[in-house]
């Protein structure tokens, strides 16, 4: 079982940057697909990015590809989600997940962390 812990959100000017990081503490860190979801007021949990179990593999939502970078680092148990060029309508709460599946649905992944605020003022 995997608990997974977010951190390095913020409140950022549009344009700036922000890396988020997930620290998981199971002894199965690296058999798992990684993701990055969020959620913002009044809106649907959404897909972010999900990076395979060795890194060989990731998928970006169109709204940020080539602004967010997601890489993982299996001998720290951790997985990050580095955020370029940010935009007001990036606003929202943060999540990482693990799942056993190569997907986009959260309900699809088996664990989740609390979630860390990111806030792009504009």
């Known amino acids: 079982q995997e608990q997974l812990v977010e951190s390095g959100g913020g409140l950022v000017q549009a344009g700036g940057s922000l890396r988020l990081s997930c620290v998981a503490s199971?002894?199965?860190?690296?058999?798992?697909?990684m993701g990055w979801f969020r959620q913002a007021p009044g809106k649907e949990r959404e897909f972010v990015a999900v990076?395979?179990?060795?890194?060989?593999?990731?998928l970006y939502t169109d709204s940020v590809k080539g602004r967010f970078t997601i890489s993982r680092d299996n001998a720290k148990n951790t997985v990050y989600l580095q955020m370029n060029s940010l935009k007001f309508e990036d606003t929202a709460v943060y999540y990482c997940?693990?799942?056993?599946?190569?997907?986009?649905?959260?309900?699809?992944?088996?664990?989740w962390g609390q979630g860390t605020q990111v806030t792009v003022s504009s």
């Open positions: 199971g002894r199965t860190f690296s058999r798992y697909n």
């Open positions: 997940a693990a799942g056993s599946n190569w997907h986009t649905a959260p309900r699809l992944y088996d664990y």
């Open positions: 990076i395979s179990w060795n890194g060989g593999n990731t």
